[in-house]
């Protein structure tokens, strides 16, 4: 059973473009949301983190926005940069376990 | 200075043989994880160590044994090696009560 379900598995967009991200749960007692970025190669590297107590959190060009009743929460990247071409993971955890959304390859066109 | 260094960063081995991971945080954190990246880069976690204590085991194979001499070092062994573990396995870190994970760069077993 995925507990967390993510969409879409891949995306392209323009340079300048606006790439958004989206992620379900289904645990109510996950307390913790946070992206991470990868790039190939590379581990995991946390991005931007949001509690449901607040609805967004914007950090740069990145913006986590989370409806709680809906147990939805999704990733926008603003101005979107050839740089940000990588593998995106929504997570959520309840403690210090976190379980990961499948992943969203991200191509970012010049 | 690596957050969270893991060795070697590359493993090709035969099917059958026992292998090690080796894993070490220097960020004063004392929780400590092993993450499978299978082929369609899901990650999914394999233990968690608190305090050199496992708390967490989802259904791993016996064959897998974490090993954790103190708490900057979480070293994964892995028995009687089997094609399908071949895989990207992540190590990383956080500190109790805190959800942040860090982890290492990965390590890539290839097994034939």
Redesign the interface.
């Known amino acids: 059973q995925q507990q967390v379900k993510q969409s879409p598995q891949s995306l392209i967009v323009q340079k300048g473009g606006i790439s958004i991200i989206n992620c379900a749960y289904e645990n109510t007692a996950f307390d ?1 949301f ?1 992206w ?1 970025q ?1 790039f190939p ?6 991005l931007i ?1 949001i509690r449901p107590d607040v609805s967004e959190k914007k950090e740069g060009r990145f913006t986590i926005s989370f409806n709680k009743s809906a147990k939805q929460f999704s990733l926008h990247i603003m101005d979107s940069q050839p740089g940000d071409s990588a ?1 995106y ?1 929504c997570a959520a ?1 309840a ?6 959304g ?2 969203t ?1 991200l191509m970012v066109k010049p | 200075d690596t957050a ?1 260094s893991q060795t070697p960063k590359y493993l090709v081995t035969q099917m059958g043989n026992d292998k090690s991971i080796k894993c070490e945080q220097n960020l004063g954190h004392d ?1 400590m994880y092993w993450y499978k990246q299978d082929s ?6 394999m233990f ?1 160590y ?1 305090n050199k204590e496992l708390i ?1 085991n989802e259904t791993v194979p016996n064959r897998f044994s974490p090993k954790s001499p103190d708490k900057a070092h979480l070293n994964l062994h892995i028995n009687s090696l089997e094609l399908g573990d071949s895989a990207v396995y ?1 190590c ?1 870190s ?1 500190q ?11 390590t890539r077993l290839t097994v034939v």
């Open positions: 913790y946070p991470y990868q190669g590379k581990g995991p590297a946390l983190a593998t993971f955890s403690g210090n376990m976190l379980t990961f499948g992943g390859r | 969270v929780t369609k880069k899901f990650l999914k976690i968690s608190n967490i992540f990383a956080s109790t009560g805190r959800a942040e994970a860090f982890f290492g760069q990965g």
